[in-house]
């Protein structure tokens, strides 16, 4: 079992910056892989980024990249989602999610065994 809480968002205006956190319990955080997701009303969720247990292997949605950082420390049980440039479409509720494999980051959705509650990001224009 894992249980994933995420923080950090609000409502910040465009081209302003926020960072996620999501803390993870349970299983040991450096056997599984993280991602990020997020989800606007009426939409799928979509993959946002994704890092690998240690951190080796990193993959980012085309959206996001050079403006989105994911990171992890595992000492401290927690992932991180670096959001700078932010656009009036980054508005979404936000979710970590876990992967309990040791292999690549994936973007698919249904890969993820375990989610966060989501947190709210706003980005005004």
């Known amino acids: 079992q894992v249980q994933l809480v995420e923080s950090g968002g609000g409502l910040v205006q465009a081209g302003g910056s926020l960072r996620l956190s999501c803390a993870a319990s349970g299983r040991a955080f450096s056997s599984y892989a993280m991602g990020w997701f997020r989800r606007v009303p009426g939409k799928e969720r979509d993959f946002v980024a994704a890092?690998?247990?240690?951190?080796?292997?990193?993959d980012y949605a085309d959206s996001v990249k050079g403006r989105f950082t994911i990171s992890r420390d595992n000492a401290k049980n927690t992932v991180y989602l670096q959001m700078n440039s932010l656009k009036p479409e980054d508005t979404a509720v936000y979710y970590c999610?876990?992967?309990?494999?040791?292999?690549?980051?994936?973007?698919?959705?249904?890969?993820?065994?375990?989610w966060g509650q989501g947190t709210q990001v706003t980005v005004s224009s």
């Open positions: 890092i690998s247990w240690n951190s080796g292997s990193i």
């Open positions: 999610a876990a992967d309990l494999t040791k292999g690549l980051p994936r973007r698919r959705e249904s890969l993820y065994e375990y």
